[in-house]
């Protein structure tokens, strides 16, 4: 199996990514492909002693930054993320693996790879950790304008991932809403209520914005504006309560003594909330596999990324996906 | 002036609300109308002492429950609540305070009073902490569907409540969206960007669900669908990281002495983070005064609920939302 790496993405450049995919190369039984400027990757590839003949650089001039608006990123056309997805398209590697600018991994992608055979929005999901486990949230943000028949695909894609890649049985599809009572909602969800109450998905019903967290479902399927929304206070929420947490704290000789105890402990706190640890979004749908690291991530980050990418096509989830989508639209099921 | 007080709603009932509208009338010049079953009403008001002159009980013989759906609520037409609205109406009472049920009291409030003139949909409004001063979110909840003219209602009634209420000048507003340029959005946004962007508000553009606790906007308008969610996820967030951090630190000893040092300074954070400090949620765009309490309120928070419901009125709040959408509507200005 290849993976292709882009190299340039990410806020910390080339280093992070090498160093990701050194490890990826060390623990599983796959190639890498190294997309990036040249010299700048092999620079850090020899730093951290290179060698590795499973990892391949190719070369990608140009980069887009954390910051390019679409603009911009339109007219690199020779950009890492634009030659990774042709090295997906080109049947060179098998996924392609970005810690890129996620607006840009996700228009170049849907523009180079498409979207999957009966799969009307490939759609950005990500797992976020809540009581008891994780939660896959879909769309993040892919899709701004949905409707009902959208809500019902991003379920069925999202029941696929968590089947084969975390391994559910019949895993409990929440309608993020305003209420838990079916009449609860806007026009979009009270329709794609129905939808989803009629189709054989185990569906569990509206959940509220606080269910992201409670492990309620194991998959809450929201258009993108929504989801993006949703996503995003979380993170303003978190940042915001540890900034305020240490203001507090610091102001305090003995609460500072406190802190200091604990530290450690709240360190593993954050790092648990930060989802770049659990591997990064991926884009379900898309004609060909495309996993998105968060912008911070480190190499452990990179490497589970990877790991993600080889699962994502070991365990055959875009066969998993079209099966589960003709099904379903056929009205035929073969399964 | 005469404050209508809800002694039913709230998650501890009849006491609470006594408690605050005793202390209210001993720190305010105003009248209060006790609301509620008058047995349960008089047997705290007794307690605690009584004889406060200023205070009246009206009988409601109904409660509205915390979990009534609005079909029970449509049914209690004696409830306290929807008496509390009938005060308003008949000009007996200048404004509504009530710590009930949220959609109960939006429900009612609605269908009693109407919206004021000029006004599409009375909004549910707001303030949350964040940095450097309040935010004031709306819509919350009362209009899960909403067309761009709406969101630019909304955004002319928050920035007179923040003159009004909060004395800021010119305040911030920002349009709650997926990214900043003006470019992204969903359909909704676009349209309302450009209508906000044409108007002579202090307009910032687009902000993100980060944004909410930034401090970047004064005033954020959503619809009531993405702002219902955005809040409910903070909910949801604090909670979780609360429970998450208690598990984390209690397994380990030093963890545990450190948190004990701290304690008191976590609490007056959790405080903080609570929005019932601030007074409570409003309807903007009512004909009437409605400030509705979060169910966990304390005594204070049901003080300060009333103090809002004051100042709302003396700074005749009502009167500026009426020419400020006067002005728009008819492009004549008269201010």
Redo the contacts between chains.
């Keep these: 199996m290849k993976i292709a790496v882009d190299a340039m993405g990410g806020d910390f450049g080339p280093r992070i990514a090498v160093e990701g995919a050194l490890q990826a190369v060390r623990e599983f039984d796959l190639d890498i492909l190294l997309v990036g400027v040249e010299s700048l990757v092999k620079k850090e590839f020899d730093r951290l002693g290179g060698g590795a003949s499973r990892i391949t650089i190719i070369d990608a001039p140009e980069a887009v930054g954390m910051g390019d ?2 603009f911009a990123v339109r007219r690199k056309r020779r950009s890492s993320i634009r030659v990774g997805a042709e090295l997906v398209k080109n049947n060179r590697a098998d996924a392609l693996v970005s810690m890129g600018n996620t ?1 840009a991994v996700v228009y170049i992608s849907r523009k180079i790879l498409g979207a999957l055979q009966g799969v009307n929005k490939p759609a950005l999901s990500l797992l976020v950790p ?2 008891g486990g994780l939660t896959l949230l879909l769309d993040v ?1 892919a899709n ?2 949905c409707r009902p028949e959208d809500l019902e695909q991003f379920a069925r894609m999202g029941k696929v991932f968590m089947e084969q890649i975390l391994g559910l049985r019949e895993p409990r599809i929440g309608l ?4 838990e ?1 079916e ?1 609860k ?3 979009l ?1 009270k329709e794609a209520f129905e939808r989803l109450a009629a189709s054989p998905l185990n569906f569990i019903g509206n959940v ?7 492990g309620k479902a194991d998959v809450i399927v ?5 989801g ?14 540890f ?3 240490r203001r ?2 610091m ?2 000789f ?2 500072k ?10 360190k ?2 954050y790092k ?2 930060d989802y770049a640890e659990y591997g990064g979004a991926q884009l379900l749908g898309l004609n060909g596999v495309c996993i998105i690291g968060h912008g911070r991530s480190n190499s452990l980050a990179v490497k589970n990324a990877v790991r993600l990418a080889r699962d994502f096509v070991a365990r055959r989830v875009q066969d998993r996906i079209r099966e589960e989508l003709a099904g379903a639209a056929g009205g035929v099921s073969l399964g």
């Design positions: 608006g679409i607006a809540s009581v943000g701004v304008n993020m809403s305003v209420g009572e009449s909602g806007n026009d969800t509220e914005g606080k269910d992201l967290y409670s929201s258009d993108g504006f929504t993006n929304v949703a996503l995003k206070v979380t993170e303003g929420v978190v940042e915001h309560l900034s305020m947490a507090e704290i102001g305090n003995f609460a003594i406190g802190f200091l105890l604990m530290r450690r402990n709240l593993r706190l648990r909330l």
